[in-house]
C-alpha cells in the first residue's frame, strides 16, 4: 500500500530536491545557494609567455618567412611528389612541377583573395582589360588549369585500401603534417575558445554537414581550438561523422574538448552548450584547466530550481554552487532562460549595466567569439576557388588559416610594421602572395602578351640579377654587445633581424637550412 504524503510533508521533499542535482544518483553532488563551501579557482602555473613560440621567432625573417613555417619545405615536397605522379599518369607530355611552382599557385590563390575574386572565374584574372597583370607574369592561364587539375595529396591507386578505414585518405598525410604545426608556432593566452567552423562545400563528400546556424549551410566541419586575444587557430580536427558502431553524438561534446585542449593547463576554456557538462568540467579540472560555458537545460545535473521560468521577473538571476562548480541561471527576458556553468567563478556578482548580466556571462560573451571572428577574417579575403573536390576545398581553407596565423605571430615579432594601417592584414596578404611567386616570374624565359605583364617580369628579374652594393667598400667594424649588462663585450657580429652587435655569449647557434626557413 502506497504511502501518502501531507502537503507539508511534500512541500519539504520540493524544497530538498531544489537543492539536489537532478540525477545526482550518478555524482552525488549536492546543490547550496550559498558559495561558502565553494573553492576558490588559482589558475595553475603554465611556465610558457603567450604569443610566438621561440622556435619561431628565431625563423622569422620576412612576411613570407612566417608563412614558410606553416607550409613547410616537407609538406610542399609532398604535394609536388604527389602531383607529379597523378599529372604523369593522366596528362600526356606531363612536365613535372617543382616547389616553385607550387609556392605560385599558392601565391596566386592568395592574391585572388586580396583581391575579392573568390566567386569569379579564373579566365578573368588573366584577362587583358579586367585581369590583373601579375597573373599573366606569373605563369598561363593554361598552366594555372593544369595544376588545378592534376593537384593530388596522395597516391590515388593506394586510395582505395585506405579509405575503407579512414574517410580522410586523401588528405591525411598533409593534414596531419600541418596541424603539427599550429601548437609548435604560438603559445595561448589565459583564454581559449572550442567551436565548429563549417568550411563552404556542396559537392559529393560523405562527411558533409548541415548546419542551419552556419551562413553557407553545407560544408566540412573542423573543430577549432582559437587563442581568444588574437582569434589564433591552435588546432583542428576535422569531423567525418561518427564512428562505426557508435551511437551517434554520445559523450562526443567532451571527448572533443578534452581532445581540442590536450597539453594545456592553467587556462580557461569557453565553449557553447553543444560541449558544456558537469563530467565535462570535473574532468578538465583535473588538468587544471577551467571551463566558462552555456549549458542544455536537459542536462540531468542542473539544479531544478534554475530550470524554474515561471514567476521570475525579467532580468533576474538564479545561482547555485556545489565545491569547484558555479551554475547560474538568468532570465534576460520572460519566458526565457540562459543556464552557464563555470569553474572560474565563485561569487554570485552581476554587472552594473542596465540589463544587469552576471559576470560570468559577461566573461562567456567576450571570448566564445573567437573561432567566429577567425571565420570572419579568414572569410574576408578567402582563396577558396569553385571546385567539386573536397579535398582542394581544405587546402584552400589550410592556406587562408596559414596566412591568417602567420599574419598574427608576424604581427606579433614585428609589431612596428606598417602600423599606421588600418589594412595591416589586406597588405599582409598582398605582399605574401607577391613574394611566393616572385621566384616563378624571376626564372621566366618567355615575357607574358601584355606589357604591364612584361613591366612586372623585367623589373623582378631586373632587381634579382643587379649587385647588392649595400656593403661595398664598407669594413667590418666591432660594437658592444646591447645586451651585456655588467662589464659590455665587444663583438663584430650583428643580429640578422635587428642588426645590433651581439657578443658570443648571447648568440644562438642556428644551423644553415633553419637559418633559411
Not at 558544456?276 to 587544471?288: D, F, G, I, N, W
Amino acid at each position: 500500500m502506497k504511502r501518502r504524503f501531507s502537503v507539508e510533508e511534500a512541500r519539504d521533499m520540493r524544497k530538498q530536491k531544489i537543492r539536489t542535482v537532478g540525477g545526482h544518483k550518478k555524482n552525488g553532488e549536492i546543490w547550496s545557494p550559498s558559495n561558502n563551501d565553494t573553492l576558490r579557482y588559482i589558475p595553475a602555473a603554465r611556465g610558457l609567455v603567450p604569443g610566438p613560440t621561440r622556435y619561431a621567432i628565431t625563423r622569422i625573417d620576412d612576411v613570407e618567412s612566417s608563412f614558410n613555417l606553416f607550409f613547410t619545405a616537407e609538406i610542399i615536397s609532398s604535394i609536388v611528389d604527389m602531383t607529379n605522379l597523378q599529372g604523369g599518369r593522366s596528362v600526356a607530355n606531363w612536365s613535372d612541377v617543382d616547389a616553385t611552382d607550387i609556392r605560385a599557385y599558392i601565391g596566386l590563390l592568395i592574391l585572388a583573395g586580396v583581391y575579392k575574386s573568390k566567386g569569379k572565374s579564373t579566365r578573368s584574372l588573366w584577362d587583358d582589360h579586367s585581369g590583373r597583370a601579375i597573373f599573366r607574369a606569373t605563369m598561363t592561364h593554361t598552366k594555372l588549369q593544369l595544376m588545378n587539375t592534376t593537384l593530388r595529396f596522395d597516391d590515388k591507386l593506394m586510395r582505395p585500401s585506405r579509405h575503407r578505414e579512414d574517410k580522410l585518405a586523401p588528405i591525411r598525410s598533409l593534414w596531419e603534417k600541418w596541424t603539427h604545426r599550429l601548437p609548435m608556432l604560438f603559445n595561448p593566452g589565459e583564454d581559449v575558445c572550442v567551436d565548429e567552423q563549417l568550411v563552404p562545400f556542396r559537392g559529393r563528400c560523405k562527411f558533409r554537414q548541415y548546419i542551419l546556424s552556419k551562413p553557407a549551410k553545407y560544408g566540412l566541419k573542423i573543430w577549432i581550438t582559437a587563442d581568444v586575444e588574437t582569434s589564433y587557430a591552435w588546432k583542428g580536427q576535422i569531423y567525418t561523422g561518427k564512428a562505426a558502431g557508435s551511437a551517434a553524438g554520445v559523450g562526443q561534446g567532451k571527448r572533443v574538448v578534452l581532445e581540442m585542449t590536450e597539453g594545456l593547463q592553467g587556462i580557461t576554456v569557453t565553449c557553447d552548450n553543444f560541449f558544456t557538462s558537469y563530467a565535462l568540467v570535473q574532468e578538465l579540472l583535473k588538468r587544471k584547466v577551467a571551463l566558462v560555458g552555456t549549458i542544455r537545460r536537459n542536462k540531468p545535473e542542473i539544479p531544478s530550481k534554475l530550470l524554474q521560468v515561471r514567476q521570475r521577473a525579467a532580468l533576474s538571476s538564479l545561482f547555485g554552487f556545489t565545491k569547484n562548480t558555479t551554475a547560474v541561471s538568468y532570465i534576460p527576458k520572460r519566458g526565457k532562460n540562459v543556464l552557464l556553468l563555470s569553474r572560474k567563478h565563485r561569487d554570485p556578482a552581476v554587472t552594473e549595466e542596465a540589463k544587469r548580466k552576471p559576470v560570468i556571462i559577461a566573461d562567456y560573451n567576450h571570448c566564445k567569439g573567437a573561432v567566429d571572428n577567425l571565420d570572419k577574417v579568414v572569410g574576408s579575403y578567402s582563396c577558396r576557388r569553385p571546385t567539386y573536390r573536397w579535398p582542394q576545398v581544405l587546402l584552400h581553407n589550410m592556406i587562408d588559416v596559414s596566412a591568417f596565423n602567420a599574419f598574427v605571430i608576424f604581427t606579433a615579432v614585428d609589431p612596428s610594421w606598417k602600423q599606421a594601417k588600418s589594412f595591416r592584414r589586406r597588405l599582409f596578404l598582398e605582399e605574401l602572395g607577391r613574394s611566393l611567386v616572385s621566384a616563378k616570374i624571376m626564372r621566366r624565359k618567355h615575357p607574358p602578351r601584355t606589357p604591364a605583364a612584361v613591366t612586372i617580369v623585367a623589373d623582378i628579374q631586373a632587381s634579382a640579377a643587379a649587385p647588392d652594393t649595400s656593403t661595398t667598400g664598407s669594413t667590418k667594424k666591432r660594437g658592444l654587445c646591447w645586451m651585456c649588462t655588467e662589464k659590455k663585450k665587444k663583438s663584430a657580429t650583428t643580429c640578422i633581424r635587428c642588426e645590433k652587435f651581439t657578443c658570443r655569449e648571447h648568440q644562438i647557434p642556428c644551423c644553415r637550412f633553419c637559418w633559411m626557413n
